[in-house]
């Protein structure tokens, strides 16, 4: 589903972010990014939702080349991406319900199947007693529950995250990684980028390691616990 061949990306007046990446992600998998702050997980991640574009090398997505798409067929492609960010990027004018139902409206879905997308989405993520609150008035824990149910609200095939868990404490943090579970379980590939280990047991799950820019080790692990 996801093929990086030799990709290198390199931002105006930078050095190279990564150099010459490789790898292959399949359809329902189950990855973790991992590596130290800025060793190039941020743009990886970018890459693949098509929001940066390769200085070198292909990245296709669902066998579309990334650096061919025209830009009027970048937002089809990005349909297929829910995308979850470490400062969560809500809107604190609206109620919960209004955040997570703009991708909706976006795609010109609206009416009682916007309505009925969005409660079901806050209900995944256990908010759905929260809907008219304000995100000001959650948690941070909340918050990026929310962030999630926005994600995937309009039922993308492939769910990206950004350090999701960096802001959280040990018992939010644990709470936000099943919730990424769930939705692996059910078929959704999911790519998480993160610059610590996990204390989740993980069940033939991958981590791609980035040092520097380098893509270090791609490991499948089989059962094998993550200390933090």
């Known amino acids: 589903m996801i093929k990086f061949d030799q990709v290198t990306k390199r931002y105006p007046g930078s050095n190279e972010v990564l ?14 990014v991992t590596g130290h702050s800025g060793a ?23 066998n579309q080349n990334i650096s061919k ?11 297929r991406f829910g995308l979850v960010f470490q400062d969560h990027k809500l809107l604190y004018d609206r109620n919960c319900f209004d955040n997570v139902i703009l991708p909706l409206h976006i795609n010109g879905i ?8 969005v409660r ?14 304000m995100p000001i008035t959650l948690s941070g824990g909340e918050q990026q529950r929310l962030a999630i149910a926005r994600a995937v609200v309009s039922r993308p095939s492939i769910l ?19 919730i990424f579970h769930a939705f692996h379980q059910v078929g959704v590939t999911v790519i998480i980028a ?8 993980v069940i033939r799950n991958r981590i791609l390691h980035i040092d520097h820019g380098e893509l270090k ?12």
């Open 19 to 32: 150099k010459n990446i490789s790898f292959n992600i399949e359809a329902g998998e189950l990855v973790f």
């Open 40 to 62: 190039g997980k941020s743009t990886l991640l970018k890459l693949i939702a098509a929001i940066e574009r390769p200085t070198s090398g292909t990245v296709l997505v669902a």
């Open 69 to 79: 798409l025209k830009p009027s067929a970048i937002p089809f492609m990005r349909r």
């Open 110 to 117: 609206s009416g009682s199947e916007a309505a009925k997308r």
């Open 120 to 133: 079901a989405a806050l209900d995944k993520v256990g908010l759905l007693h929260k809907e008219k609150a």
């Open 160 to 178: 990206i995250a950004d350090e999701p868990t960096g802001n959280l404490d040990a018992s939010y943090a644990a709470e936000i990684m099943e």
């Open 194 to 201: 993160t610059h610590e280990a996990l204390g989740k047991t």
């Open 217 to 228: 080790s791609s490991e499948l692990l089989s059962t094998e616990s993550l200390k933090s």
